[in-house]
């Protein structure tokens, strides 16, 4: 069973499992799968806005397929987030992507 079946599977018992959801996205990722992973990420990121983590994954998504405006409000989600939570770490990766976006 490849990783993407068993995340599925894991899934499956758990279907609100945040770090399973984002693990699978991030093999859509890999595959090509933007749509399947952006679902995914969205989906998350609506029911638990503080998985900080999904936003820079979505936001390099949304770059990618060159909807800079929404990977813009989405970093600056991802930001907001990120000092709500006191996680420097991912505030400042996020932080450092936008700027590099929009400077």
């Known amino acids: 069973m490849d990783r993407i079946e068993k995340l599925k ?12 959801q984002h693990a699978l996205a991030l093999e859509y990722i890999k595959l090509g799968n933007d749509e399947e992973a952006r679902r995914l990420f969205e989906e998350l990121l609506n029911r638990e806005p503080g998985y900080v983590g999904s936003y820079y994954h979505l936001a390099k998504l949304l ?29 400042g990766e996020l932080r450092g992507a936008y700027e590099e976006l929009t400077f």
Not at 66 to 89: C, L, P, Q, S, W
Request: proline share 2%; charged share 35%; aromatic share 10%.
């Open 9 to 20: 599977e894991f899934l499956k018992a758990s279907p609100t499992d945040s770090f399973l």
């Open 63 to 91: 770059e990618r397929n060159d909807h800079t405006d929404e990977a813009i409000t989405v970093y600056e989600r991802g930001m907001e987030e990120a000092k709500k939570a006191g996680d420097n770490h991912a505030f």
